[in-house]
């Protein structure tokens, strides 16, 4: 069994990959100067797909957005 120690920092802070991710980018994004700050806040907006399964098939995908909170 693997020790606390050697865990990534977000994981022992109670966050997912994804979370850590989305809230480094956003940080680098805030960074940014005028113009390429806007630009990069229209690509911000994320779609992906997550399908449920049961019995070894796939169920209905359902679209979700992750949208950041301001």
Same mark, same amino acid.
């Given at each position: 069994m693997?020790?606390?120690a050697a865990a990534?920092?977000?994981r022992s802070a109670g966050?997912? @990959?994804i979370t850590y991710s989305n809230l480094c980018a956003n940080?680098?994004?805030?960074?940014?100067k005028e113009p390429y700050?806007?630009?990069a806040l229209t690509r911000e907006k994320?779609? @992906?797909t997550i399908?449920?399964?049961a019995d070894g098939k796939p169920q209905k995908p359902?679209?979700?957005?992750?949208?950041?909170?301001d």
């Open positions: 693997a020790s606390n990534p920092f977000w966050m997912t @990959y940080l680098v994004r805030n960074c940014l700050k806007s630009e994320v779609h @992906y399908s449920k399964w359902t679209i979700r957005s992750d949208t950041p909170e």
